[in-house]
């Protein structure tokens, strides 16, 4: 198993530009989840899923949407990039609400 | 509001020693506390995890302990090696009854071994 794969690994946007974070698992797990880590700061949840067609938001959801058409995949998008966005981004699933397998992020920069 | 406060900040010791790190959380009600290592530039992994009832567990070299009373866990690692610099987080999952937005993340403990 590959577990969780993201891409791009880093990624440098302008001001107003659009983008999606890919992030892939092949652990058929039902809950995916999307994290932002800034700086000395620890991971806040953007977006989570609990299966396919079913995604709800987290404690900072501004700024992002997601869509969850397969159970394997679970993009995030950023509309209208802002500098407040640059972040490290983790994509993460679990079976349920147990132990999660995290991806090894992408590093974006909003310049 | 949940926290989850972790002490120290960083730490730096000799490859070898023993450390222990702390975790105090306000997290209520309580369902789980896990470990993580997180090494630079890469995901989180999962070290332990405990529940209410769980008081120690122990993966190798790292042992975890739990008192859901005072609500405070502790991660201790022995004989500490070069492998184990990376930062190790905390995290304190509410029992929502099976909502998945209940984790509330602490910011960890950057580890430095020195050779």
């Known amino acids: 198993n590959a577990g969780v794969t993201q891409t791009p690994k880093f990624r440098i946007l302008k001001i107003g530009q659009s983008m999606t974070l890919q992030c892939t698992q092949d652990?058929?797990?039902?809950?995916m989840y999307w994290y932002r880590q800034d700086p000395g700061m620890g991971l806040k949840l953007i977006y989570y899923s609990v299966g396919a067609g079913i995604t709800d938001k987290g404690e900072v959801p501004n700024g992002y949407n997601v869509s969850r058409s397969t159970t394997e995949d679970f993009p995030l998008r950023l509309e209208l990039a802002a500098p407040s966005q640059t972040s490290v981004y983790f994509c993460?699933?679990?079976?349920?609400?147990?132990?999660?397998?995290f991806g090894p992020g992408t590093r974006l920069t909003v310049l | 509001k949940n926290q989850v406060e972790q002490s120290p900040q960083s730490l730096i010791i000799l490859e070898g020693k023993n450390c222990t790190l702390q975790c105090n959380y306000t997290v209520s009600p309580f369902s789980n506390l896990r470990w993580y290592k997180q090494d630079t530039g890469r995901g989180p992994v999962s070290l332990t995890i405990?529940?209410?009832?769980?008081n120690t567990k122990s993966n190798g070299r790292y042992t975890a302990t739990l008192d859901a009373d005072t609500k405070q866990s502790s991660l201790h690692i022995t004989a500490s090696q070069l492998s184990d610099s990376a930062s190790y987080i905390c995290?304190?999952?509410?029992?929502?009854?099976?909502?998945?937005?209940?984790?509330?993340f602490g910011k960890g403990t950057h580890l430095i071994i020195q050779p």
């Open positions: 995290v304190v999952t509410e029992y929502s009854g099976g909502g998945a937005d209940g984790l509330t």
């Open positions: 652990m058929n797990h039902n809950y």
């Open positions: 993460a699933s679990s079976l349920y609400t147990d132990t999660q397998y």
């Open positions: 405990m529940t209410f009832s769980e």
